[in-house]
């Protein structure tokens, strides 16, 4: 009996340690004042203006896969499903001209989650949302997505440095309504040092390089969508919630006319405007709200 108690114990304290555990980097978070704080436990890294998390692929029996770092996060009391946005596409460091490319590599970076995946290369994958945790029963989430570096073909990646910028965001249950508001872009870098040629002195000279990546500022754009509204009540007739369709970040009308961003650019579609057309730059429409 006293031999089952004790067991029993011995598991329910590796459980809860298992539970507790909040990986390497811990990626955590916070729902306060309507607002995603990005970094609560100061595990981040100054990367210019920005924060980075460094993942290092450190497991020399699977050198380039990482399923320890961990997202975590407290105060989210809205319920709904909190997920990540990929707000650029790869990235990766050369020694040699000492700068972030931005294309002209193979390798490619796969993130999973459950039953999720996403690949995202030098080309593709800006924009794509994926799966963090369901807070149906819960305010507070610890989740470890498994992150690869492979080559297209199958071939093994090169040691280095290798990087995306992500958000934090969360939405109701059926995707439509955002509830917790898209946090700051930070970014995620993947140290590989596998062959022994990427050491941890080089990494620290690639962070000392801000690569230059336009990234989405989502309260500006809802600035700019109220500024909008205010200026043109027969197109954006009422004042309407931001959400996301198919990457784009968007407001929708009664009558049926949408505005929204994606890449820098601004779109109009339905209604009286009929189908998908480009405008040019946000910036453009930034300087003309005097944002």
């Known amino acids: 009996m006293i031999k089952t108690i004790f067991i029993g114990s011995?598991?329910?304290?590796?459980?809860?340690?298992?539970?507790?555990?909040?990986?390497?980097?811990?990626?955590?978070?916070?729902?306060?004042?309507?607002?995603?704080?990005?970094?609560?436990?100061?595990?981040?890294?100054?990367?210019?203006?920005?924060?980075?998390?460094?993942?290092?692929?450190t497991d020399t029996f699977t050198p380039y896969r990482m399923g320890d770092a961990g997202f975590t996060g407290t105060g989210f009391d809205q319920g709904g499903i909190v997920g990540y946005q990929t707000e650029s596409t790869l990235l990766k460091w050369s020694s040699e001209q000492s700068q972030w490319l931005r294309e002209g590599f193979t390798e490619q970076l796969v993130i999973s989650r459950l039953s999720d995946e996403k690949i995202v290369t030098d080309k593709e994958g800006n924009g794509l949302q994926g799966i963090i945790d369901s807070l149906t029963t819960r305010s507070d989430f610890e989740a470890h997505p498994i992150f690869r570096i492979q080559k297209a073909d199958g071939s093994l990646p090169d040691d280095g440095a290798y990087m995306v910028f992500i958000?934090?965001?969360?939405?109701?249950?059926?995707?439509?309504?955002?509830?917790?508001?898209?946090?700051?872009?930070?970014?995620?870098?993947?140290?590989?040092?596998?062959?022994?040629?990427?050491?941890?002195?080089?990494?620290?000279?690639?962070?000392?390089?801000?690569?230059?990546?336009?990234?989405?500022?989502?309260?500006?754009?809802?600035?700019?969508?109220?500024?909008?509204?205010?200026?043109?009540?027969?197109?954006?007739?009422?004042?309407a919630e931001s959400r996301f369709i198919f990457g784009y970040y968007v407001r929708c009308y009664d009558n049926s006319v949408c505005v929204g961003s994606k890449d820098g650019k601004i779109y109009t579609a339905g209604g009286v405007l009929g189908d998908i057309?480009?405008?040019g730059s946000i910036e453009t429409f930034y300087d003309m709200a005097g944002l």
């Open 167 to 239: 958000n934090i965001l969360g939405v109701d249950e059926s995707g439509e309504r955002i509830l917790y508001k898209p946090s700051v872009p930070f970014a995620l870098v993947f140290h590989i040092n596998a062959q022994a040629n990427f050491d941890r002195l080089a990494l620290s000279q690639a962070l000392k390089v801000t690569p230059e990546v336009q990234l989405n500022d989502y309260d500006r754009m809802d600035a700019l969508f109220d500024w909008a509204e205010s200026q043109n009540k027969a197109l954006f007739p009422h004042a």
């Open 277 to 279: 057309a480009e405008h």
């Open 10 to 57: 011995l598991l329910l304290f590796f459980s809860t340690m298992v539970m507790a555990h909040e990986g390497e980097p811990n990626m955590a978070f916070a729902w306060r004042d309507g607002n995603i704080e990005v970094d609560i436990k100061r595990q981040g890294r100054a990367l210019g203006d920005h924060t980075a998390f460094v993942i290092s692929f």
